[in-house]
């Protein structure tokens, strides 16, 4: 009787939204709560609060959700809301590199806020990649790599298109209520599931990752500087089997195949 009456009652949840300044935290929630997007920027001064009503599985939801300031002067605001917290959006905009770099600086803050950081296990965290219909500087690859090697959930959003936010946002009620209902889940991450749920393997994404985005030639191979011609085909032979695109699903896969060609070619034909 007290468990039918129990699971009547709406269950009550807390979402904290974390980032830089201007990433678009507040944009982020407003589309998904309002349906409309803010042209003007207005700093968020200290915390905004706002409760929106799902449903999950049948199960009524109501949403508690903190928006927090991201600029420095608001630390002492923003520290007393870190704990008791089932659902952490991590925003960045993927046309500030510095935005997707201080994201490991806004985990740490709550690590250190958190009167038990053991309770971060029992909290939902997804990585929202903001500003996909702008030019950006971190590709999806680089952020989908952060946040899946940490056992974060990943989307890719736009506030002001609305790519990707209602999908976001209904991926985390549900684990949210997942996590309250049956307890946390172990990491998903590369390093424990070797890729199979994903569709590719850890070894995939690294190889993709350094063809982009390492500077020198041999390094985008795996190789040390003045490797020697048979080690340079060797490593080619091993990559294009890893990433042919006709054989790998993983993000980013048929450009890492092109710049994967175009090095080999400028090390055989120049650095021999």
């Known amino acids: 009787m007290d ?16 980032g830089n300044p201007k990433v678009g935290k507040s944009c982020v929630i407003k589309r998904y709560c ?15 609060y706002g409760v929106t009503k799902v449903t999950v599985q049948d199960r009524e939801v109501r949403v508690n959700i903190f928006d927090m300031a991201g600029h420095p002067i608001f630390y002492q605001v923003r520290n007393e809301f870190y704990n008791e917290t089932n659902g952490i959006l991590l925003v960045y905009d993927v046309t500030d ?3 997707f770099g201080a994201l490991q600086e806004w985990l740490d803050e709550m690590k250190n806020e958190m009167g038990n ?6 909290g939902v965290f997804i990585v929202c990649a903001n500003k996909i219909d702008k030019k950006r500087e971190v590709e999806e690859l680089e952020g989908r790599l952060w946040a899946e090697t940490k056992g974060f959930l990943y989307f890719e959003t736009s506030a002001q298109s609305g790519q990707g936010i209602t ?3 209904e991926t985390l009620f549900r684990e ?15 390093e424990n599931t070797s890729g199979l749920s994903m569709g590719y393997t850890k070894e995939q994404i690294e190889a993709i990752h350094r063809l982009k985005y390492c500077k020198n030639s041999f390094e985008k191979l795996g190789l040390k500087v003045g490797a020697t011609r048979d080690e340079v085909n060797k490593a080619y032979r091993r990559l294009a089997v890893l990433l042919h695109p006709d054989k790998s699903i993983a993000p980013g896969s048929e450009d890492a195949f092109k710049i994967l060609v175009k090095v080999r070619s400028t090390l055989l034909n120049i650095a021999f």
């Open 3 to 18: 468990s039918d009456k129990s699971a009547s009652q709406p269950l009550r949840v807390k979402v904290i939204s974390m």
């Open 34 to 48: 309002e349906k409309r997007f803010i042209t003007k920027y207005l700093a968020t001064i200290g915390i905004d």
């Open 97 to 99: 590199r510095n935005s």
């Open 117 to 122: 950081p053991s309770d971060m296990s029992n």
């Open 167 to 169: 999908d976001m946002f």
């Open 176 to 190: 949210m209520v997942n996590v309250l209902e049956n307890g946390p889940q172990p990491l998903v991450t590369p």
